[in-house]
């Protein structure tokens, strides 16, 4: 049966979108997740529904719970996840409001717990993580952006940062130089612990700025980031009731 995992999603858990909402505090053994999770049904199809920087956004992206996050839709049987992002252009053909289907990261955290695997004392792991994000999750997501006749660009690779603070322009330029698409503070650590878990993982990114590596704009700012944001939510709101949708 399937049961679809979604992270970060502004509004789906709005009770006139999921039917029989109830919401569960789960506890796992890395600690609490970001928040309560919602579960309830999309479509016909199981969700649960979790806020990946609380509810009300008062978590810091480097203060995320990553493990606990994956662990605890682990534990609740999900069976793929689907994540929204917001996240900078790095490239000038990537426009503020566009969709990107990740499909690489670039992970440039240094503070944050990236692996359940703590210690070998049970035996040796290394997870691959050449391809990081499900094919067939992705080929879901870009088919339906298209369907809805969205700006949407079908790879890119994101660089994931610390926050809260945005680059410097030496960073951004840097990263670049890297061969970064886009930018933002959460996906690289939720993606790979989603591997180490075993559950397909896809994520749809929608451009909100250019951080700061085009001098012919202003630097990003979070007022600017919202605004994008805010006019584009229902737009990623509907790809992603959709997409659930067709996993039926």
Same mark, same amino acid.
């Given at each position: 049966?399937?049961?679809?995992?979604?992270?970060?999603?502004?509004?789906? /858990? /709005?009770?006139?979108?999921?039917?029989?909402?109830?919401?569960?505090?789960?506890?796992?053994?890395?600690?609490?997740?970001?928040?309560?999770?919602?579960?309830?049904?999309?479509?016909?199809?199981?969700?649960?529904? +979790?806020?990946?920087?609380?509810?009300?956004?008062?978590?810091?992206?480097?203060?995320?719970?990553?493990?606990?996050?994956?662990?605890?839709?682990?534990?609740?049987?999900?069976?793929?996840?689907?994540?929204?992002?917001?996240?900078?252009?790095?490239?000038?053909?990537?426009?503020?409001?566009?969709?990107?289907?990740?499909?690489?990261? *670039?992970?440039?955290?240094?503070?944050?717990?990236?692996?359940?695997?703590?210690?070998?004392?049970?035996?040796?792991?290394?997870?691959?993580?050449?391809?990081?994000?499900?094919?067939?999750?992705?080929?879901?997501?870009?088919?339906?952006?298209?369907?809805?006749?969205?700006? =949407?660009?079908?790879?890119?690779?994101?660089?994931? *940062?610390?926050?809260?603070?945005?680059?410097?322009?030496?960073?951004?330029?840097?990263?670049?130089?890297?061969?970064?698409? =886009?930018?933002?503070?959460?996906?690289?650590?939720?993606?790979?612990?989603?591997?180490?878990?075993?559950?397909?993982?896809?994520? =749809?990114?929608?451009?909100?700025?250019? /951080?700061?590596?085009?001098?012919?704009?202003?630097?990003?700012?979070?007022?600017?980031?919202?605004? =994008?944001?805010?006019?584009?939510?229902?737009?990623?709101?509907?790809?992603?009731?959709?997409?659930?949708?067709? +996993?039926?």
């Amino acid at each position: 049966m399937v049961k679809v995992g979604i992270i970060g999603g502004s509004g789906m /858990d /709005d009770p006139e979108i999921v039917d029989d909402a109830t919401r569960i505090t789960v506890k796992t053994p890395y600690g609490d997740p970001s928040s309560p999770l919602t579960c309830g049904r999309i479509k016909g199809v199981e969700v649960v529904i +979790l806020a990946r920087h609380g509810h009300g956004h008062c978590i810091t992206p480097s203060q995320v719970n990553n493990r606990a996050n994956i662990m605890a839709l682990k534990d609740l049987g999900v069976t793929a996840i689907l994540a929204t992002t917001a996240c900078g252009s790095l490239k000038q053909e990537i426009h503020r409001g566009d969709l990107v289907i990740l499909d690489q990261f *670039i992970d440039f955290t240094r503070l944050r717990k990236n692996t359940f695997h703590d210690s070998f004392e049970n035996g040796m792991v290394h997870a691959p993580m050449a391809d990081p994000f499900d094919p067939d999750l992705r080929q879901l997501l870009f088919d339906t952006a298209v369907a809805q006749k969205a700006r =949407v660009h079908q790879r890119g690779t994101v660089v994931t *940062i610390e926050g809260p603070r945005f680059s410097t322009r030496a960073e951004s330029k840097m990263f670049r130089l890297w061969g970064g698409d =886009v930018i933002n503070m959460s996906i690289a650590p939720e993606a790979a612990l989603a591997r180490e878990a075993a559950i397909p993982y896809g994520v =749809v990114a929608m451009s909100t700025d250019y /951080d700061c590596w085009n001098e012919d704009e202003a630097p990003v700012s979070w007022e600017e980031v919202l605004k =994008v944001f805010n006019n584009n939510a229902e737009r990623v709101k509907a790809l992603l009731i959709a997409a659930v949708a067709a +996993l039926k």
